[in-house]
């Protein structure tokens, strides 16, 4: 007699839903840590205030890119779309925040900044190699 094998548990990673919102949590965490840094090179020096545009462009470009390649490099399908939905998700974030906080919303370059790193880092992060191939 041959039972049939009970099939594998899909992953947190693998669902279109879950994925995205795991990886919130790197891409805050990536920008929070370059704010961190930002305060401290701002508490040393007096910077002009285009200096602090490029700093804090920066800083979602590495916020968006880190936060595409996690979800994309665990997803291992569907890299640009998974970028361009992190981006979308934290531009929406940015933009509560902003909206309670400042009462504005930020404008279209930002939110172009983000989803084109996201995106970027979506296409990397499945592009990249694995050191234990899925079974």
Same mark, same amino acid.
């Not at 968006?64 to 934290?90: D, E, I, N, Q, V």
């Given at each position: 007699m041959q039972t049939k094998r009970p099939p594998a548990r899909r992953s947190i990673w693998e669902s279109g839903?879950?994925?995205? &919102?795991?990886?919130?949590?790197?891409g805050v965490g990536i920008l929070g840590a370059c704010l961190c840094l930002m305060v401290g090179l701002f508490c040393i020096a007096n910077a002009a205030d285009w200096m602090i545009s490029c700093m804090a462009a920066a800083a979602l470009i590495a916020s968006?890119?880190?936060?595409?390649?996690? $979800? $994309?490099?665990? @997803? @291992?399908?569907?890299?640009?779309? #998974?970028?361009?939905?992190?981006? $979308?998700? &934290?531009y929406l974030v940015l933009l509560l925040g902003g909206v309670i906080w400042r009462g504005d919303a930020s404008g279209v370059l930002r939110q &172009? &900044?983000?989803? #084109?790193?996201? $995106?970027w880092g979506g296409v990397c992060g499945v592009n990249h190699k694995h050191r234990k191939p899925p079974r």
């Open positions: 839903v879950w994925n995205p &919102l795991g990886s919130l949590s790197v968006g890119y880190g936060m595409g390649f996690f $979800a $994309a490099f665990h @997803r @291992r399908h569907s890299g640009l779309k #998974t970028g361009l939905l992190c981006g $979308a998700l &934290l &172009l &900044l983000l989803l #084109t790193s996201s $995106a």
